[in-house]
Structure formats: C-alpha cells, structure tokens
C-alpha cells in the first residue's frame, strides 16, 4: 500500500504533466531559485531579522512552504523507530525534511515494526526529538507562518487579495502545488508511527491516539507532547 501509494505521489507530482507547471524533468532555474529562497526564509528569520537581505516572496506560499517542512521535522520526534531497522533511519529524516514525502513513505514501506524500548542512553540525535521543545518550536513557527500569511509583507494587500494572489500561483507553480499534495500526504500517514511508539513506551491513550492519527499536523504536536517520556537513567 505504502510503495503504491509512494508510485502515485512521485508519478503524479514531479513527473507527470497533470498538475499545474513543468514537471521535475523540465524544471527551470527559475524554479530551482524559487526553492533556495523558501529555504533560505525558512522560520522567517532572515525576513524578521534582515528583512533588506531576505529573498521576498508571497507570504502565503512562505506559509505553506514553512507547514510542509516543519511537518516532515515532526516526523524526527519518532527518531527512535530507527532502531534495530535494516538501514538507518536519519537519512530519511534528512531526506523528509528537504523532499518530503520523496524519502517518508519510502521509510514506512521500508521499516520493520519495531514497539521494543529502546536501550538507552538516547542518541544526541533522539534526546533532542524526545524533547517536548522539538514540536512546540515547529508549531511555533506554524502558527507564526499563518500570521505572517495573513499580515505579513503589507505590500501584498488585504487577505483577499493575498488569497487571490495565492491562488493564482498554485495555479501556475509546480513546486508551490506540491507543497498542497505533500501536506495531503502528511496528514494520511501521520499517525503511521504512533502505535509502535505507544507500545515502545508501553502507554495506552486510545484518545491521544485517535487525534494523533486524524488531526493534521496539531494532532501529531499534540502527541508528541503528551506522550510519557523515556527514562534515561541508564
């Protein structure tokens, strides 16, 4: 399911000539530059601190480029779910984190249920996305991307117009459309990682599972928030 679902994902959305502009195998530099300044304002650091040196873009698709990645960073909260496992999973994180679904799905067809506790110590790697900072920052800068979609760069008008605006580039943009078809994906397979985690931890909340599972993106900080944390006396 999860390899069709992965054959689907790349068909459609970077080879394919369905959605809206050129496919990854007629991308343009303009594209490619594109990418570098969403990365670049990732957070809205750059445009918060040094707004003069900041690339400027559309503060909505700056939102949407923002959600997309601190989505797939939430999905390094399950860092532990590398252990044991043929390959090592921090290049699926990495990889998660600059394409996506690209390199998260293929980790979900790829892994081994694994609900055994880890044995400790952690990883400086999974001692820092055990910490419930990990997902409170990342829903920080969600919520702050919303605002800035809506309020942000003044230039841009009124929330109508900025819609409108909005509108037309994911109309036109390849790489903004996918960002749409990516957080889509995120939210079907979310929850993937939650029982094997929950058992890891040997924690029952038929709850905190239901939302971590059906709740996009505030479902899964809700989650790795509540979640019992790993003794590390070890």
């Known amino acids: 399911m999860v390899w069709l679902a992965w054959g689907v994902y790349v068909g459609y959305v970077l080879l394919s000539d369905l959605p809206p502009g050129p496919s990854l195998l007629h991308t343009s530099p303009a594209t490619l530059q594109e990418a570098i300044a969403l990365s670049l304002n990732f957070g809205l650091v750059l445009p918060a601190l040094f707004p003069s040196a900041a690339p400027v873009l559309h503060p ?68 820092m996305t055990e910490s419930r900072a990990w997902p409170l920052t990342l829903g920080a800068i969600a919520l702050v991307s919303i ?50 985690d929950m058992a890891r931890r040997q924690w029952v909340n038929p709850t905190i599972s239901r939302i971590a599972r059906l709740v996009p993106f505030v479902g899964l900080i809700i989650y790795t928030v509540c979640r019992p944390s790993l003794n590390q006396a070890a």
């Open 147 to 196: 605002i800035w979609a809506i309020a942000g760069r003044s230039n841009f008008g009124d929330l109508p117009t900025r819609w409108a605006s909005l509108m037309e580039i994911l109309q036109g943009d390849r790489l903004a459309y996918s960002f749409l078809i990516d957080l889509l994906v995120f939210w079907l397979f979310q929850g993937w990682l939650v029982p094997d």
């Open 60 to 127: 909505g698709l700056e939102a949407l480029f923002n959600l997309t990645v601190s989505w797939g960073l939430l999905f390094w909260g399950f860092a532990l779910d590398g252990r044991g496992q043929r390959l090592p999973i921090w290049p699926f994180l990495l990889g998660t984190a600059f394409l996506t679904n690209v390199f998260y799905l293929p980790w979900l067809a790829l892994r081994r249920p694994n609900p055994a506790p880890p044995v400790l110590p952690l990883s400086r790697l999974e001692r």
